[in-house]
């Protein structure tokens, strides 16, 4: 099984490119603070290069920016490429199937997740609104016989 789950912020603005089929490919990384910090007292992170095609690619590059907390859900992947030297270049990432913006844009909390491009209003914060059954509610007495465990 090759399933990987991650939430970190973004180091930098996604890089947004074009194949020559037109199909979109961003490039990105996301810092994900370890749980516990070094013997000097600093917090580390890990730094995991991902990437994301197509429709979802586009969203991320027009929505988030660096510093954007992100949730990745994809698999990893390697790959390899002969650079300009000719020297062969292997490449570990994670192939992001799945990426679910979990920062806030603006004043409201819009929550959205770009798996098939779609996005998702979050619901947004609730105002005090009277309790209909408050006159009406008697307290119900419910003992341990009537539970069905």
Do not use: H
Request: charge should be negative.
């Amino acid at each position: 099984m090759n399933r990987v789950v991650i939430a970190g912020r973004l180091t930098k603005d996604p890089e947004l490119k074009y194949t020559p089929n037109g199909n979109a490919v961003a490039n990105f990384t996301v810092a994900i603070n370890r749980r516990y910090k070094s013997q000097d007292g600093e917090q580390e992170a890990d730094f995991l290069n991902c990437v994301a095609w197509r429709k979802q690619a586009e969203n991320l590059a027009n929505y988030m920016r660096k510093g954007s907390l992100i949730g990745v859900d994809g698999r990893v992947q390697t790959r390899s490429y002969d650079n300009d030297s000719g020297q062969r270049v292997f490449v570990t990432e994670i192939l992001a199937e799945s990426i679910t913006f979990l920062d806030s844009r603006g004043n409201n909390s819009e929550k959205q997740d770009i798996s098939q491009g779609n996005q998702q209003q979050a619901p947004q914060t609730q105002q005090e609104q009277p309790n209909p059954f408050a006159d009406e509610a008697e307290p119900v007495d419910i003992g341990d016989d009537n539970l069905p465990f």
